[in-house]
């Protein structure tokens, strides 16, 4: 089965500054890869996603996220921090499951503050 | 707006009450879950319908019963939780593919809080 994981349940960064968020994945075959944000009280709206057709995707909110099968990861990133980023991060991966049915695997989340 | 609406976002109950959260898609999906998000734990995957048959049920006690009665609505039916099941219940709808890609659309969520 395929998974995902997220390095650090929370991130700080500076408003301006690089935004990182880690995600490394586990996977036998070309994966689709996924980045979520959730604000508070909201459900989980789609940054953008890997389908194999580039390996570096622009999403909204001026993130993008750089596929490295050599080093298993989708990090995303954005140049520069504005207040209205601070959310949670999902990073999520689909696959079949054991039924045969089509699911995103989640990660467990990464908190983003934005430090004025 | 998702396309995914959500009944009622904010939801109280005693242990003894029985109620239902509502889920509605318009985005003419074919499969729809029902996820559950509890603090500090990773989003777990409940229930699965895809073609508005159950592919999946994760083990989920008894006491959540899901309800898709056609390929736009989706029921949680809940009796005699506990305060643990006290959460955030999320919907989501997606077009089932072979292919992987397809993303999923969020609704806002039930903010359940049992007492």
């Known amino acids: 089965a395929q998974s995902v994981t997220q390095l650090g349940s929370h991130v700080s960064v500076s408003e301006g500054a690089l935004v990182l968020l880690r995600c490394n994945y586990s996977s036998s075959v070309p994966p689709y890869l996924f980045w979520y944000v959730q604000y508070p009280n909201q459900g989980l709206q789609l940054l953008l996603k890997?389908?194999?057709?580039?390996?570096l995707v622009k999403g909204i909110n001026g993130f993008e996220a750089e596929f490295k099968k050599s080093e298993t990861s989708f990090h995303l990133t954005k140049p520069s921090a504005h207040m209205s980023d601070a959310a949670e991060y999902f990073c999520a991966v689909s696959d079949l499951d054991q039924t045969g049915a089509n699911n995103l695997f989640f990660g467990t989340g990464t908190r983003l503050t934005v430090i004025p | 707006e998702t396309g995914v609406t959500q009944t009622p976002r904010h939801l109280v109950m005693g242990m003894t009450n029985k109620k239902s959260l509502k889920c509605e898609q318009h985005l003419g999906h074919n499969a729809m879950y029902w996820y559950k998000q509890s603090a500090k734990k990773p989003l777990e995957l409940m229930f699965v319908y895809s073609l508005e048959e159950r592919v999946e049920n994760n083990s989920v006690p008894s006491r959540f019963s899901p309800e898709c009665p056609n390929s736009s609505h989706l029921f949680l039916h809940l009796h005699t939780l506990q305060p643990e099941d006290s959460a955030l219940y999320l919907c989501?709808?997606?077009?089932?593919?072979?292919?992987?890609?397809?993303?999923?659309?969020f609704g806002q969520g039930t903010r359940l809080t049992v007492v």
């Open positions: 989501a709808s997606s077009q089932d593919s072979p292919d992987l890609n397809t993303e999923a659309f």
């Open positions: 890997y389908t194999s057709a580039a390996t």
